[in-house]
């Protein structure tokens, strides 16, 4: 490619996405965006082309980035101005933001998205699902909150799916109030549940001893699509024998065990309800009066 641009040819397009398919390490990398310099010097000077190469090789590049481990450079690939011919797209730095999920990395995806602000890059859906998944995972609530102040703030119209994110999160960490907030936002974008939001407002009624109302919200689940309600049964025992251990190590020590207590007698009752509804799950409570599962 190198001499055919020296001897004064455009060399083939199919060239340029072999060498970008074929990058296996940091140093091929270096010699692509070498190239890509040189051939948008190239079409600049000889072509008289001033358009950038097309948005699919920026996310071809930002892949091949990622694939090697070379993030340094798959985020020049996001630049409005850069000097390689690249047209930045939200679909590189969502590539960018999985690989940052992939490696538990939320320092790298603060980055990314920096990287959108700076260059014009428009926030969307698809991004917050991400960017969301990132915080859970990285247990950072200041994060995800300020995130989703971006996000709301831009009109960005939240998925099913990142709602519920937001929601586990903060009915993991028992905030009740925060539970109530988002859901009321969802409410607004989309008018049916899903596992997630449905079991989140359901842990947000037995915080608020109201295990009724926790038996009604999941009961209204039974209304989704047989493939859609296969996961009921499996949350529910989550519910039981995870998010009590998970709720209760968030809470101030003093609060702790009048938590535990009430956990104790708003869950089976909650199940009860379930059962009395005629929801036919079932559901091991074993977990609930074991003092390591659910600590004082």
């Known amino acids: 490619m190198l001499k055919s641009v020296k001897g ?28 890509l310099q040189n051939l948008r010097r190239f079409r600049l ?3 008289r082309i001033h358009d950038n190469f097309n948005c699919n090789l920026c996310f071809k590049v930002a892949e091949a980035c990622a694939r090697v481990g070379a993030v340094d450079y798959g ?3 996001l630049w409005e101005h850069n000097k390689y011919g690249l047209t930045p797209s939200v679909s590189s730095a969502n590539y960018l933001l999985l690989y940052a999920k992939k490696h538990n990395d939320s320092k790298f995806m603060v980055e990314i998205m920096k ?4 260059n014009h890059l428009p926030l969307q859906p698809s991004t917050a699902d991400i960017v ?14 300020k995130y989703a102040h971006k996000f709301m703030k831009a009109g960005v119209k939240l998925r099913r799916t990142t709602f519920g994110t937001w929601m586990e999160f903060a009915a993991k960490r028992g905030d009740v109030e925060s539970i109530w907030k988002i859901e009321q936002l969802r409410s607004k974008a989309m008018e049916k549940h899903n596992l997630a939001t449905a079991f989140s407002c359901a842990k947000g009624f037995l915080l608020e001893g109201k295990p009724e109302n926790a038996a009604a919200i999941i009961h209204v689940l039974n209304e989704l699509p047989d493939e859609k309600r296969t996961g009921i049964a499996t ?16 809470q101030k020590e003093e609060d702790r065990k009048k938590l535990a207590s009430s956990l104790r007698k ?13 929801l036919a799950v079932e559901v091991n409570l074993n977990d609930l009066s074991n003092e390591e599962a659910i600590p004082c």
């Open 8 to 35: 004064q040819t455009m060399p083939p397009n199919a060239w340029l996405w072999s060498l970008v398919a074929k990058c296996a390490n940091r140093e091929d990398i270096a010699l692509l965006f070498q190239m």
């Open 45 to 47: 000077s000889n072509l």
């Open 75 to 77: 985020k020049k690939a």
């Open 115 to 118: 990287l959108l602000k700076r």
């Open 132 to 145: 969301f998944s990132i915080c859970y995972d990285d247990d950072n609530w200041e994060l995800i909150s």
């Open 235 to 250: 949350e529910l025992q989550k519910l039981v024998s995870e998010w009590p251990l998970e709720v209760i190590k968030y």
């Open 266 to 278: 708003d869950i089976p009752s909650m199940v009860n309800g379930l059962m009395s509804m005629g």
